[in-house]
Antibody, heavy 119, light 110 residues
Framework: QVQLVQSGAEVKKPGASVKISCKAS????????IHWVRQAPGHGLEWMGV????????RYAQNFQGRVRLTRDTSTSTVYMELTSLRSDDTALYYC????????????WGQGTTVTVSS | QSVLTQPPSVSAAAGQKVTISCSGS????????VSWYQHLPGAAPKLLIY???KRPSEIPDRFSGSKSGTSATLGITGLQTGDETDYYC???????????FGGGTKLTVL
């Protein structure tokens, strides 16, 4: 079946980096964009960025410019989200989700990865 | 502060209808598709409406979406206790060149 499986929970210290994976299966990996969304405790959903595994399109939210980097490995159908210079307010649940493009609808979601930033 | 404005909360009685608004601008809702998501605690968000008014096959027709100008609306009829959760609108902002979420609306079923 179509699914996105994310890597496990992470605990990081302030200033460190985290890299989360999102492995796709059950569909043609290069035909769908992968978006990243997060939810901090007590807050709403926040869009972070999007990558087209089949092309060159990558976009980032202005709030994360310079701190987030999306990459993909087509040989393993995996997208990676790296967030650097972590702060305590980066503590959140991070999701990847599939879309036919930049904005057609996020129809399949990963299970979420908890990132805790604490000294 | 979110680019898209949703009411923080709405409520209605079980069996009744409720609407949730999502207000944006000419650079986002005014020129791009809107999608809506239901987010239950402990679960990933679920796509309810895409391309303004289309429903995935597994979503019951109690859920509907519409868009007019720079605003969009999610409608839910025949409210059930299981509908009580958070709802989000999403679109693309052509000026920011990024996706944008509404702040979310908590639905209470009385």
């Amino acid at each position: 079946q179509v699914q996105l499986v994310q890597s496990g929970a992470e605990v990081k210290k302030p200033g460190a980096s985290v890299k989360i994976s999102c492995k796709a299966s059950g569909y043609s990996f290069t035909r769908y964009y992968i978006h990243w969304v997060r939810q901090a405790p007590g807050h709403g959903l926040e869009w972070m960025g999007v990558i087209n595994p089949g092309g060159e399109t990558i976009r980032y939210a202005q709030n994360f410019q310079g701190r987030v980097r999306l990459t993909r490995d087509t040989s393993t159908s995996t997208v990676y989200m790296e967030l650097t210079s972590l702060r305590s307010d980066d503590t959140a649940l991070y999701y990847c989700a599939r879309d036919e493009g930049l904005n057609y609808g996020l129809d399949v979601w990963g299970q979420g990865t908890t990132v805790t930033v604490s000294s | 502060q979110s680019v898209l404005t949703q009411p923080p909360s709405v409520s209605a009685a079980a069996g009744q209808k409720v609407t949730i608004s999502c207000s944006g601008s000419s650079s986002n809702i005014g020129k791009n598709y809107v999608s809506w998501y239901q987010h239950l605690p402990g679960a990933a968000p679920k796509l309810l409406i895409y391309e303004n008014n289309k429903r995935p096959s597994e979503i019951p027709d109690r859920f509907s979406g519409s868009k007019s100008g720079t605003s969009a609306t999610l409608g839910i009829t025949g409210l059930q206790t299981g509908d009580e959760t958070d709802y989000y609108c999403v679109t693309w902002d052509s000026s920011l060149d990024s996706g944008v979420f509404g702040g979310g609306t908590k639905l209470t079923v009385l």
